[in-house]
């Protein structure tokens, strides 16, 4: 457990360290109701949307490849859509896929984005399941 906490310190510190915003979502997420939420620049127009959560006894990580992410009318509201893998390292251990669709906007007077998002997930490790909640709400600090 101790090796674990600190490859994921290490990885946290490092993720930190190159994300162009960082912040929390809150909502139901892997492994708990709060998470560490940051996003990577890919492109224009495409992020990675990865969240690190602990709770409930284990650890929650979601890595999110949103492949649309494009300006809404103006350049403050955005709309995204995305895939990834998710884990949550628990006991049980869960492993799946989830999507991601949302809205958000940025803040012209100020480095904050504020979104809402809906994550849909499939378990396909531990058990097969279909889990359709996973709405939650995003705040970060633009860099």
Known sequence: MKKLFLITVISLTYAISNAQEIGLRFGDV??????????FETSRYSRVHADVSFGNGGVGVDVLWDFLYRPLGDEAVY????????AQI????????????????????????IGLDWRPAVSVVQETAVH???FGLNVRYVF
């Not at 892997?30 to 996003?39: E, K, N, P, T």
């Not at 628990?90 to 904050?112: Q, S």
């Open 30 to 39: 892997s492994g708990g109701q709060v998470a560490i939420d940051g996003v």
């Open 79 to 86: 709309w995204y859509m995305g895939v990834g893998p998710y």
């Open 90 to 113: 628990n006991d049980p251990f869960w492993l799946g896929v989830a999507g991601e669709i949302g809205l958000e906007y940025h803040f012209k007077d100020a480095p904050v984005a």
């Open 132 to 134: 359709a909640g996973g």
